[in-house]
């Protein structure tokens, strides 16, 4: 089983650490690593059992350790002994402010960056801009008891990427900042770029278990296909292939007896609005004439399970741990709200636990146990279909009036509206660390077994 050992630094011998005796030292031990940066160094065992790991003054400057109390863990490879793991979280949207440097999302990566002494790395935030390639080091910015500090450090271990948009993802420069550190310096790269829904769906549809769980869904490519889905489900959805955050999901209503057409979705002034139309074409000349409909989608509507009569869907959250094995992190319940076409909180939906949906214990554990296992099933073959390395997948799941489950999307950099309920902080906590805990794992294996990440 791994550890993490406290910190200290010492005025040692030149170069020298000193790690828990439990730890083995090879024989042949003779460099010193953290980071990206490897140095010759004296490593011995701590005298007295001590439990903690002494690091010479000297060392730590020349390694560029932060002077920063939080426990790390070792690995041993060849003739190296590894500190860390340091790691590089990678996003955009920098400002000059001490106070809040990465802008609005300051607070979020406050959070995250505050859970690395119960994990064991060390996290730090970076852009482009704090790259210095001549020396390979970076100007991170780490938060500390006193807020927000810039400390110059190696490159790190492993790279967790949050950029905030796809617009930013798809920046040539930032690609070609991606590219270089992964294949120049093998640094595994993980969380790498936003889903896009028809090619997770095409993908997901190869797998015959999951196949059935996948809504009819398709680009628009005519009206007849709309029809033909209309005729057969009742009501379809039409969403941005792109889209996020609900935004732009229309859901149209076909009522057989008086053979017209409903439209619900939400205005630009965030109003949820029900229109009727006589005909396919008039709601589409009404509400999609200044879009392009060949980036929208067309998903099979489903009759979900619903509380107060309002329809409700579930958001899951699956991390890597540090074994990394996939773990459900988190499970809330989303209730539309008054004629809303999404159950997003943003028009007008609520956020509730299982039991305050669900009031029999074995009602919950039923319903916990089918999403759970639903999740990992989804979370291993998403991962199998797609490159690179994924960390963490927000999932949006119902449940129809039969009791099977539905995925409508999976998201790669999952919102995180559902922690703002009272009883779901614990999860907030858990994704946090698990999404740092995962760059354990990475980091071990990139030491000791390269070929198995970079393939």
């Avoid at 089983?1 to 630094?9: A, C, Q, S």
């Avoid at 732009?248 to 949820?272: F, L, M, P, V």
Wanted: hydrophobic letters at 35%; a positive charge.
């Amino acid at each position: 089983m791994r550890r993490h050992y406290p910190i200290e630094f010492i005025n040692g011998p030149v170069n020298s650490l000193f790690i828990p005796s439990e730890v083995e030292i090879p024989s042949n031990l003779k460099r010193v690593s953290f980071g990206t940066l490897s140095i010759d160094a004296t490593c011995l065992s701590q005298p007295n059992g001590r439990k903690v790991i002494s690091i010479s003054k000297d060392l730590k400057e020349n390694l560029k350790i932060p002077d920063v109390k939080v426990p790390l863990h070792l690995f041993i490879d060849d003739q190296t002994i590894y500190i860390g793991p340091l790691v590089g979280i990678f996003t955009s949207g920098f400002t000059p402010f001490a106070m809040r440097p990465i802008g609005e999302r300051s607070i979020f990566f406050s959070k995250l960056l505050s859970v690395k002494k119960s994990v064991g790395a060390l996290p730090f935030v970076f852009g482009e801009q704090h790259i210095n390639w001549e020396t390979g080091t970076i100007k991170g910015f780490f938060y500390l008891d006193n807020g927000w500090e810039t400390i110059e450090v190696p490159f790190p271990n492993v790279i967790y990427d949050r950029l905030p948009n796809r617009r930013s993802e798809k920046k040539a420069e930032l690609n070609k900042i991606k590219q270089r550190l992964q294949s120049e310096y093998l640094i595994p790269w993980y969380n790498p770029g936003f889903f896009n829904k028809l090619d997770i769906n095409d993908r997901l549809l190869q797998d015959a278990r999951i196949a059935i769980h996948l809504p009819e869904t398709h680009q628009f490519s005519s009206f007849s296909m709309i029809e033909r889905m209309l005729s057969q489900y009742g009501h379809v959805y039409i969403k941005p292939i792109n889209g996020s955050l609900g935004l732009g999901i229309h859901q149209i209503i076909y009522d057989r007896e008086s053979n017209e057409y409903y439209c619900r979705y939400r205005d630009s002034n965030g109003e949820n609005k029900l229109r009727k139309y006589s005909s396919l074409e008039a709601l589409f000349n009404h509400t999609f004439k200044n879009r392009r409909l060949t980036n929208m989608l067309v998903q099979q509507g489903i009759h979900l399970i619903r509380l107060d009569k309002k329809p409700v869907d579930f958001r899951i959250h699956t991390n890597k741990d540090s074994n990394g094995e996939w773990k459900v992190t988190a499970i809330a319940a989303k209730v539309a709200g008054p004629g809303s076409v999404t159950t997003h909180v943003k028009s007008g939906g609520c956020i509730k636990t299982i039991p305050e949906l669900f009031p029999s214990k074995e009602e919950q554990e039923a319903i916990i146990q089918k999403l759970t296992n639903s999740a990992l099933r989804f979370s291993a073959a998403l991962e199998e279909q797609l490159e690179g390395i994924i960390g963490e997948i927000g999932f949006d799941m119902g449940i129809d009036r039969q009791g099977h489950v539905w995925l409508f999307e999976a998201n790669s950099k999952p919102g995180r509206s559902i922690f703002k309920h009272p009883h779901l902080k614990e999860f907030d906590l858990l994704t946090r660390k698990l999404s740092l805990a995962f760059s354990i794992f990475l980091t071990e294996r990139a030491i000791k077994t390269p070929g198995e990440i970079f393939k």
